[in-house]
């Protein structure tokens, strides 16, 4: 493995250049300027399998994966020929197709009481949608959600949302009005007895609480026995909506989701990336009895119109009757500890304290001495050695998300070979840091 002077090769860097003359920050979304890199990020120009390749030529082992939708790897030959199917038919009709019904059928049967679904294009409109829903089932305008937890940029989730907002400022973006986010109080991630002085302080004025069930936004963060139980007694007292934000979550720990691993059943659903395929695909779900307040039913509005759209459904169909295999989740899962049981041996031999967490497909590791269990923990982390670590990976050839915020993410593309080829980037990296 040869090493160079730059995470980015020289075409890369030129292109890049380019595309700051005509996209803020060269980027389109923020994290991908790997500012907390060096700001110069490799420009890709394929995807396959495991791999990454990048407008110089170099060709990375991918633990990004779209941040998380590609668990089949990047063009799966299934989900490429859907797609190219479905595109002969038209691009998209806002209207009603058979292919539809058949995906929110797929995945209402996965999730434990999802009776019905609506499609969005995002993650974002997901949760979105899910929370102005909950407000109207509720009569309620109060949100509670976690710190470090991100839902998407709708104005009033932008309060301690982890990842590229990474701080306890309130609110976390220029842009927000300060009264939006006066209806959203945010507490710490594994914190019952905080989340229950807010019930206090706010008895009868809260509409739903809203979590990732396993946080992906300020790294990997699993919840502690218990916590997510508490949370649906919580909500069950106070007449208030549980809902779990598994756009990340859901079908990557599981087939249907945390849900399934925790037993804990929400309101309402929100999911996105892996339901997709790689395409632009949201959704949110829950009881018929909720979702009736909808319209055309009922008097909360929400509408789009490429939601639905039949080329992201395709991708999507493609990728559920994939992971729905039997043992398909399980065998990944083995894979990818063998992975991260690699990663813990090369760091221990050299002394160097690391955390390192799974659920199903997802990952993420802390360089620290105590256990990570809130964005507190995450943001007291050594991230000058995840910055040199990340960066010896770059440059031997294995691909991770440039924040270390984020989670990262196996495929079935992945295994044996990259295992290995992993193992020996990281015994390098860990020299370097």
Not at 13 to 25: E, H, N, T, V, Y
Request: hydrophobic share 40%.
């Amino acid at each position: 493995m040869t090493k160079t002077s730059s995470v980015a090769g020289p075409r890369s860097r030129r292109l890049f250049a380019a595309a700051k003359q005509r996209i803020p920050g060269g980027v389109n979304s923020p994290v991908r300027a790997f500012n907390r890199l060096g700001g110069s990020p490799p420009v890709i120009v394929q995807g396959k399998g495991a791999y990454l390749t990048d407008a110089d030529g170099r060709r990375y082992i991918d633990y990004v994966l779209s941040w998380g939708p590609l668990i089949l790897g990047h063009a799966h030959p299934k989900v490429v020929r859907a797609v190219q199917q479905a595109a002969t038919k038209g691009l998209s009709f806002g209207a009603s197709t058979p292919s539809e019904t058949e995906l929110a059928t797929l995945i209402c049967k996965a999730l434990p009481g999802m009776d019905q679904l609506r499609l969005v294009s995002s993650g974002t409109e997901a949760t979105m949608s899910a929370l102005r829903l909950a407000r109207a089932a509720t009569g309620r305008d109060i949100i509670v959600k976690c710190d470090g937890c991100y839902h998407g940029h709708a104005d009033y989730l932008l309060v301690a949302a982890g990842s590229g907002c990474a701080t306890l400022n309130q609110p976390d973006s220029a842009g927000v009005p300060a009264s939006f986010a006066a209806h959203t109080i945010s507490v710490p991630y594994n914190d019952v007895a905080a989340m229950e002085r807010v019930f206090r302080k706010n008895r009868g004025r809260i509409a739903a609480i809203i979590i990732e069930p396993v946080a992906g936004n300020m790294g990997l963060i699993l919840p502690k026995a218990g916590y997510l139980k508490s949370l649906r007694e919580l909500c069950d007292a106070h007449g208030t909506l549980l809902v779990f934000d598994e756009v990340m979550t859901g079908f990557r720990t599981a087939w249907g989701g945390y849900q399934r691993l925790c037993q804990v059943q929400p309101d309402l659903t929100c999911l996105g990336k892996v339901v997709g395929g790689g395409m632009p695909v949201g959704a949110y779900g829950g009881r018929r009895d909720l979702m009736a307040h909808l319209a055309p039913l009922g008097n909360c509005y929400q509408a789009g119109t490429l939601s639905g759209n039949p080329i992201s459904v395709a991708a999507g169909l493609a990728t559920l009757k994939q992971v729905a295999k039997t043992n398909f989740y399980p065998q990944q899962a083995a894979q990818l500890t063998r992975l991260l049981t690699g990663l813990r041996d090369l760091a221990a031999k050299r002394n160097i304290p690391i955390q390192l967490a799974q659920s199903g497909t997802m990952w993420g590791f802390f360089f620290s001495e105590k256990p990570v269990l809130s964005l507190a923990d995450a943001l007291q982390s050594d991230t000058k050695r995840w910055k040199k670590f990340c960066l010896a990976l770059y440059r031997n050839g294995v691909y991770l998300a440039p924040s270390p915020f984020e989670a990262a993410f196996w495929s079935s593309a992945h295994g044996t070979a990259e295992i290995n080829q992993t193992l020996q980037a990281a015994a390098l990296a860990f020299d370097d840091c």
